[in-house]
């Protein structure tokens, strides 16, 4: 079964056939560039082992330098294989040649052989030359069959080329994510455009060009990140896409942000003033000038200690997720610049990336911080038509002055009022579902209570057969709960003539 895309890293395959790789992340895949194969984490998956970015993987092995992995004595012996190969097909030659004579019945005896001469044969050693230009073996000449010795010798080792990035190793019950946003979640906004965004496109533009500023955000899914967790490193990937309207004689920087929690109501609705107006949080070092942007080249930010911190805390706090803004020049010559976002056509499959390295998480998750809250009490109900009166003369005063009552925030809450006895408390707890309420017995103060306690309650086993005895004006509640309010009139009406029936 061929492949599903030629951009699919060659050592990628399923557990039950390595030859066979899915389109999509998949649990049954394998990484047969590790011994033992090994199960890539799904976003492992996604960013690199299918695009075109899984040379970038630390794991990735060239092709071509697969066989290296042989032991020493396979190749020699593969070589000694195609050298006698080689002489058997030479013997051969020779045989049909001097040998034609030998089915004519008038020859009595044979001419002896002539031994062929071996001439020198220019053979390509077997074994394939290293990626390390320093262990690059040249071919030599072969002048006559060797006699093979395979004597053990050390195996040579294959150091991968180096990688532009590469995920780093997290430390023993830690782990390494590579957080790649969704395609509603990545995309690009115009000044001067009717549209609020541009969310889902290929193309992050930042810059100002024709008379409009151009801005782009990412919003990073922080799920999967576990709470409590140290972070050790983060690293955010931008790759460049197009540089047509790029002018590098401009002096303009572009400069990425992380804007602080909640700082849009709603990121797939927010137009350009709200996300250009945003509070920032943190600002990631460096800058870029013109000649930092190249289409296909990845620019890095590495996160600081500070900015580590207030992301710890973040996700600490129950933060699901961060937005990352890409600001540029905001006027002047016109230029703009435009990252790949991962997304649409014209991608090149390189999307935006935040790189954690986590350490080992808590077994207890810290407390989440407690939500403030207002306290409302309820209104008391007028004594009298004057107090009526008098609240409705003091409405219309504030409405015609300031315009209208402070609106109810939305963290508001009413609290629930103590239970008058216990018989209120058990009636709440039985509309509410959950357990009866059973008055606690006390503690003897000393042994002789204790064994007073004790006594009575044999007594009252023999006596009346159960150890609780029925309290004296003991009630049972019933509970009365309000008739809903009719939707319509035949709702009205049907329940008229129900209570009437009965």
């Not at 066979?20 to 990484?31: F, I, L």
């Not at 020493?72 to 097909?89: K, S, W, Y």
């Not at 009866?436 to 007073?452: E, F, G, K, L, Y």
């Amino acid at each position: 079964m061929p492949r599903v895309a030629p951009s699919t890293c060659p050592h990628l395959g399923l557990a039950s056939d390595r030859t066979v790789a899915w389109a999509a992340p998949d649990a049954a895949h394998r990484c047969y560039a590790q011994m033992p194969p090994r199960r890539p984490d799904e976003s492992h998956q996604q960013a690199y082992c299918l695009a075109r970015a899984h040379i970038d993987c630390p794991y990735y092995v060239p092709p071509e330098a697969v066989s290296q992995q042989n032991p020493p004595t396979r190749r020699r012996f593969q070589t000694f294989t195609f050298l006698a190969a080689l002489l058997a097909v030479l013997i051969t030659t020779a045989a049909l040649v001097y040998g034609q004579g030998w089915a004519t019945p008038e020859l009595a005896t044979f001419p002896p052989l002539a031994t062929p001469a071996i001439t020198t044969v220019p053979i390509t050693p077997v074994e394939l030359s290293s990626p390390n230009p320093a262990q690059a073996t040249t071919p030599t000449p072969v002048e006559a069959l060797p006699t093979p010795t395979l004597t053990p010798t050390s195996t040579p080792t294959f150091t991968p080329t180096a990688t532009r990035f590469a995920t780093p190793t997290p430390e023993p019950g830690g782990q390494a994510l590579s957080i790649v946003p969704r395609s509603g979640d990545v995309g690009w906004w115009a000044s001067n455009d009717r549209r609020r965004n541009h969310l889902g496109d290929s193309f992050l533009y930042a810059g100002y060009f024709d008379g409009q500023v151009f801005i782009s955000a990412i919003r990073f899914d922080l799920s999967r990140v576990p709470r409590g967790a140290p972070i050790h490193d983060g690293i955010l990937q931008l790759t460049g896409l197009q540089e047509d309207r790029l002018n590098r004689e401009t002096s303009g920087t572009w400069s990425v942000q992380i804007l602080t929690t909640n700082a849009l109501e709603d990121f797939v609705r927010a137009d350009f003033q709200e996300l250009f107006n945003a509070p920032v949080a943190v600002t990631l070092f460096p800058s870029l000038g013109p000649n930092d942007l190249k289409a296909g080249r990845t620019n890095s930010w590495a996160l600081d200690r500070s900015a580590i911190r207030w992301l710890e805390q973040q996700i600490a706090d129950g933060t699901t997720e961060v937005v990352v803004k890409i600001v540029g020049p905001t006027g002047g010559q016109g230029t703009l610049f435009a990252w790949d976002s991962g997304a649409g056509p014209a991608s090149l499959g390189e999307a935006p990336r935040l790189i954690l390295n986590l350490g080992p998480a808590p077994a207890t998750p810290p407390p989440l911080p407690t939500r403030p809250v207002i306290v409302a009490t309820l209104t008391p109900t007028p004594a009298n038509v004057l107090t009526v009166a008098a609240r409705a003369l003091t409405a219309t005063a504030v409405a015609v002055t300031t315009g209208t009552y402070t609106p109810v925030p939305g963290n508001i809450v009413t609290p629930t009022p103590i239970p008058a006895n216990l018989a209120t408390a058990q009636a709440l707890a039985w509309i509410k579902g959950l357990p009866p309420i059973v008055p606690s017995t006390p503690t003897p103060a000393n042994a002789v209570t204790a064994t007073a306690y004790a006594a009575r309650a044999t007594a009252i086993a023999i006596t009346t057969g159960t150890f609780t005895p029925t309290p004296e004006g003991a009630v049972t509640p019933v509970i009365i709960l309000p008739t809903p309010v009719p939707q319509n009139a035949l709702t009205a009406a049907a329940q008229l003539i129900a209570a009437t029936a009965r």
